[in-house]
């Protein structure tokens, strides 16, 4: 039975069904413009990253301006850019309807589809306790999760005991696992720990945990080594199983809320950036030949053409940013279900990958 086990996982290993684009830990990049990216795409605050765009825009403009690309001394050709860029502003009430919209559907239901809803939530919680054996489980969103990995790595030391008299194939394979986990495992339940939902450190323990590769790794384990396994080693690989379906199930939920959160700070932000600089903008179209008028200094009306271009970048540069990091997480995760990994990766990002074949 042993050698037959033990043909079946090399002839499976050879296919190389190893998951190629497991997520790194965005911990330690190996330069400058990987950590950069990984500021931009995920880890940055969007206000900053919206404030850097408006600088860039700023400078840009600067830049026209003295190529004479741009003539502030024109009316008509400043009246006309502002013109254009107001024109382009104004989708954006469409924009912030339409993600009001989305928000707002998840939130109407009638009195049966909420107290099916709430009895879903007792029964998945009820689930959790079972699992993980703490009773009541935590209520708040960053805490149950962390309870949840804790869980799993408890039970995946757990194995590792169970497992130190079994024979050497089964050995090695728990420890690779064990080795590999733990660490993500600890990383996890100590950035949990100091934050709570709402932050993006939260979001970046869902990102970057993995738990359909490490449920793949569990699974490959049960399957090729399943005449050799004691019973405790069949039970604790129940049980990691079990843990992380809570936890890939968690994972899912948090991301969307946090989603609808992002989307939802957007919508507020583009009113308040979009309000003021469509008034910014009406004004220099009105005004801007009586300004040129009083003739000031020439640096004057360069500062105002090049503040003015800038002040009706705004919206799109906050709508950049929040997009960004929106699809970046929804890309990396949009596949994640159970077993299955096809998680995208940033530019340039270099991701961790487990060699079935070692």
């Known amino acids: ?190 950035s949990l720990g100091e934050t709570t939902f709402g932050t993006f450190e939260v979001i970046s323990v869902i990102l970057h945990y993995n738990d359909p590769w490490q449920l793949q790794e569990v699974r490959k384990i049960s399957e090729y080594h399943r005449f050799e396994l004691s019973a405790a080693a069949d039970d604790q690989l129940e049980r990691l199983e079990e843990l992380l379906g809570d936890i890939h199930v968690c994972r899912q939920y948090f991301k969307t809320v946090y989603m609808q959160q992002e989307l939802a700070d957007l919508s507020k932000i583009l009113l308040y950036v979009g309000f003021p600089t469509l008034l910014a903008g009406a004004f220099i179209v009105l005004s801007y030949g009586n300004l040129l008028a009083l003739e000031l200094h020439s640096y004057v009306y360069v500062v105002v053409v090049a503040a003015t271009i800038t002040a009706l970048f705004s919206p799109f540069a906050v709508l950049l940013a929040y997009v960004l990091r929106i699809a970046t997480i929804a890309r990396r995760t949009a596949a994640d279900f159970g077993p299955f990994v096809l998680q995208q990766q940033l530019p340039r990002e270099d991701l961790e990958t487990s060699d079935a074949g070692d």
């Open 1 to 190: 039975m042993g050698d037959e086990s033990t043909q079946r996982r090399h002839e499976v290993a050879d296919e190389d069904d190893t998951p190629q684009s497991q997520p790194d830990p965005l911990v330690g990049a190996e330069s400058r413009t990987d950590a950069w990216l990984h500021w931009l795409y995920l880890h940055g605050d969007r206000r900053a990253v919206s404030g850097l765009m408006l600088v860039a825009t700023f400078v840009a403009s600067l830049a026209l301006i003295r190529s004479s690309l741009i003539t502030p001394a024109a009316a008509d050709d400043v009246v006309a850019i502002s013109s254009t860029l107001i024109g382009g502003m104004l989708p954006f009430i469409t924009v912030v309807l339409a993600i009001n919209q989305l928000i707002l559907s998840e939130e109407f239901g009638t009195t049966g589809a909420f107290f099916e809803r709430i009895e879903e939530t007792a029964d998945f919680r009820k689930s959790i306790e079972s699992h993980t054996g703490v009773r009541p489980s935590p209520a708040e969103p960053s805490a149950l999760l962390r309870t949840l990995i804790e869980a799993k790595r408890r039970t995946s030391l757990g194995l590792r005991n169970v497992c130190l008299d079994a024979e050497a194939e089964l050995r090695e394979d728990v420890e690779e696992f064990v080795s590999a986990t733990i660490p993500r495992d600890d990383d996890s339940i100590d």
